[in-house]
């Protein structure tokens, strides 16, 4: 079956209702998942900074497991091995008047978690990477450890934080592509669905692409400005321009300014 440019042309242009429902889905359950991310990495962080070694180990363990066992063995830990357990089944749920189905809380559940193994540790070394004359400051002045790890500490880490963190959210969105495998109604299973219907097979996931491709840009172009707003803010010029992001080559310089 010869390729159809009018069939591809018109599945870019003007996407069925099923590929934009399934478009939108991608997006918001990687906002959701690397929100509950953040969370849950910034508390196994400072688990891993505690000066209490069993709290320190059962963190360590937890990234330990979570970051050398595959994604999609995971997925299907959580959504068919424990329900053939008999330790919990995802069931639909209603909140707000809004229906949310059991596959969908499984997936936001094992993306959430497997994902703040590697928040815990990009966020560890955002912290490590403020000199320790800052907290030490903040203590002197008065301040709460706590208090000095939120209003000191995080907000100068965040500039080493930001750049990991975009990569890894530009990570999610194509990652949620094995979603399809517990029937999650997501981008590639519903591209899958549109190829079985129309045997267009190569056409369509050519689009799916340039979609996945569309939503990593975008995505670039919102890190690169979060990244100059932070570095800007830091008196640091010249961060990595678009082209770099999305080509690779050339080399950034980047320079302290001088106080």
């Given at each position: 079956?010869s390729?159809?440019?009018?069939?591809?042309?018109?599945?870019?242009?003007r996407?069925?209702?099923?590929f934009?429902?399934?478009?939108?889905?991608?997006?918001?359950?990687?906002?959701?998942?690397?929100?509950?991310?953040?969370?849950?990495?910034?508390?196994?962080?400072?688990?891993?900074?505690?000066?209490?070694?069993?709290?320190?180990?059962?963190?360590?363990?937890?990234?330990?497991?979570l970051?050398?066992?595959?994604l999609?063995?995971?997925?299907?830990?959580?959504?068919?091995?424990?329900?053939?357990?008999?330790?919990?089944?995802?069931s639909?749920?209603?909140?707000?008047?809004?229906?949310?189905?059991?596959?969908?809380?499984?997936?936001?559940?094992?993306?959430?978690?497997?994902?703040?193994?590697?928040?815990?540790?990009?966020?560890?070394?955002?912290?490590?990477?403020?000199?320790?004359?800052?907290?030490?400051?903040?203590?002197?002045?008065?301040?709460?450890?706590?208090?000095?790890?939120?209003?000191?500490?995080?907000?100068?880490?965040?500039?080493?934080?930001?750049?990991?963190?975009?990569?890894?959210?530009?990570a999610?969105?194509?990652?949620?592509?094995?979603?399809?495998?517990?029937?999650?109604?997501?981008?590639?299973?519903?591209?899958?669905?549109?190829?079985?219907?129309?045997?267009?097979?190569?056409?369509?996931?050519?689009?799916?692409?340039?979609?996945?491709?569309?939503?990593?840009?975008?995505?670039?172009?919102?890190q690169?400005?979060?990244?100059?707003r932070?570095?800007?803010?830091?008196?640091?010029?010249?961060?990595?321009?678009i082209?770099?992001?999305?080509?690779?080559?050339?080399?950034?310089?980047?320079?302290?300014?001088?106080?």
């Open positions: 079956m390729f159809d440019p009018a069939f591809f042309w018109d599945a870019l242009l996407p069925s209702g099923p934009l429902e399934g478009l939108w889905r991608t997006v918001y359950i990687s906002v959701l998942a690397q929100f509950l991310a953040v969370i849950i990495g910034l508390g196994v962080a400072l688990m891993r900074r505690s000066k209490r070694r069993w709290v320190t180990a059962v963190a360590g363990f937890y990234i330990w497991i970051r050398g066992t595959p999609l063995v995971q997925l299907v830990l959580v959504y068919n091995g424990l329900a053939a357990a008999e330790i919990y089944s995802f639909d749920l209603t909140l707000l008047g809004v229906t949310v189905t059991g596959v969908f809380q499984a997936a936001l559940v094992t993306l959430a978690i497997n994902e703040s193994a590697y928040m815990a540790e990009i966020i560890r070394a955002g912290i490590d990477s403020v000199g320790k004359g800052q907290s030490e400051a903040a203590l002197a002045i008065g301040m709460t450890p706590r208090s000095a790890m939120r209003w000191i500490i995080l907000p100068q880490a965040l500039r080493f934080i930001v750049p990991p963190l975009g990569n890894n959210f530009n999610m969105m194509k990652t949620t592509s094995i979603l399809s495998v517990i029937g999650v109604d997501e981008l590639f299973l519903n591209t899958q669905a549109i190829s079985s219907t129309t045997f267009r097979t190569f056409e369509v996931f050519i689009v799916a692409a340039l979609y996945y491709l569309m939503l990593t840009t975008l995505w670039s172009f919102v690169a400005w979060l990244e100059a932070l570095n800007a803010s830091a008196g640091i010029s010249r961060p990595p321009t082209g770099q992001r999305l080509f690779g080559g050339g080399r950034a310089v980047v320079r302290a300014e001088a106080p």
